[in-house]
């Protein structure tokens, strides 16, 4: 059985690149993905844009947590789903 992998993207006003991240990362042949999208209330509007990505998880934050804290919020969610294994980006 493949092992389940999350990979875990935090983001903070980067909307730009975290698209451009997410496509490369979905584009995987790596069959047995989950990917968590965290943002640190960036309030740059990427809730609208991640929506479009329906095989994605999207956590806003509220506030911005800091790197370890909002990697610790994906980390958890990913878990919590049953990862094998957590890939940070």
């Given at each position: 059985m493949t092992k389940l992998v999350g990979v875990v993207?935090?983001?903070?006003?980067l909307k730009?690149?975290?698209?451009?991240?997410?496509?490369?990362?979905l584009k995987s042949d790596y069959?047995?993905?989950?990917?968590?999208?965290?943002?640190?209330?960036s309030g740059d509007g990427i809730?609208?844009?991640?929506?479009a990505y329906e095989e994605v998880?999207?956590?806003?934050s509220g506030k911005n947590l800091g790197y370890s804290g909002?990697?610790?919020l994906g980390i958890r969610k990913?878990?919590?789903?049953?990862?094998d294994y957590v890939f940070v980006l």
């Amino acid at each position: 059985m493949t092992k389940l992998v999350g990979v875990v993207i935090l983001n903070y006003r980067l909307k730009v690149q975290l698209i451009e991240c997410l496509k490369s990362v979905l584009k995987s042949d790596y069959q047995n993905l989950l990917v968590v999208v965290v943002d640190n209330n960036s309030g740059d509007g990427i809730e609208s844009d991640i929506k479009a990505y329906e095989e994605v998880i999207f956590i806003q934050s509220g506030k911005n947590l800091g790197y370890s804290g909002g990697n610790n919020l994906g980390i958890r969610k990913a878990l919590s789903k049953g990862c094998d294994y957590v890939f940070v980006l």
